[in-house]
């Protein structure tokens, strides 16, 4: 006899894969095209899966552009904030901070580059439960930046400079450094990177 508890354990598993599946796609998608051209239609196409499917895993337009923030987010804390744990805190883990983001920018993971940076330009002047949590992605980077900052301050670096404007200068330049790299200008990166090392020093 057939578990009932089993198999609605598989249907959870198998229905959760291909949740990830499709938000990670959105996530591509909507790194070139933007969230608001999501569409349930093209990611159930490119993706070979029916329509009503995506639907019934989403429920709606914004829940799909939410999860796609979410793996975004995701997505920018593995290639960026985890590889920086084992640096001490500070000013080496702030330097490396930057340097992942920058790497992050100059080899793409995504087709569109940095994801934050384009959907915050995206919905910066839009209201809802998207622009939220965009928002609070951005927020919680800012944070982050900031207590390293404080840290490093603590040992004796950076000195003279505000946290929140250092932060906030930090954010600015290599969201310009994507910008520019996606227009095609190949000094974009190497110039952010130059200033960071006026801004920061080498990082030791």
């Not at 959907?119 to 949590?133: L, M, N």
């Not at 330049?173 to 020093?201: F, K, S, Y």
Request: proline share 3%; aromatic share 4%; with cysteine.
């Amino acid at each position: 006899m057939v578990d009932p508890t089993q198999t609605s354990d598989q249907r959870l598993i198998k229905g959760a894969k291909a949740r990830a599946t499709i938000a990670r796609h959105a996530v591509d998608v909507a790194s070139v095209e933007g969230l608001t051209n999501l569409s349930l239609g093209k990611l159930a196409a490119d993706l070979g899966v029916s329509k009503s499917g995506v639907a019934t895993l989403f429920g709606s337009k914004e829940n799909l552009q939410l999860a796609a923030v979410q793996t975004a987010r995701e997505v920018f804390v593995e290639h960026v904030v985890k590889p920086t744990s084992g640096e001490p805190a500070g000013i080496r883990r702030l330097r490396a901070l930057v340097d992942r983001w920058l790497d992050y920018i100059a080899e793409p993971v995504m087709p569109g580059g940095c994801f934050r940076v384009a959907t915050t330009v995206e919905f910066d002047s839009r209201e809802g439960a998207v622009r939220d949590a965009i928002a609070a992605d951005r927020r919680d980077w800012l944070t982050l930046l900031e207590k390293e900052i404080r840290r490093a301050q603590d040992e004796g670096h950076l000195g003279g400079h505000d946290p929140h404007a250092l932060a906030f200068q930090l954010d600015a330049l290599v969201a310009a450094a994507n910008t520019g790299a996606r227009i095609g200008d190949e000094t974009a990166v190497p110039t952010a990177r130059a200033i960071v090392d006026g801004l920061l020093g080498d990082g030791a």
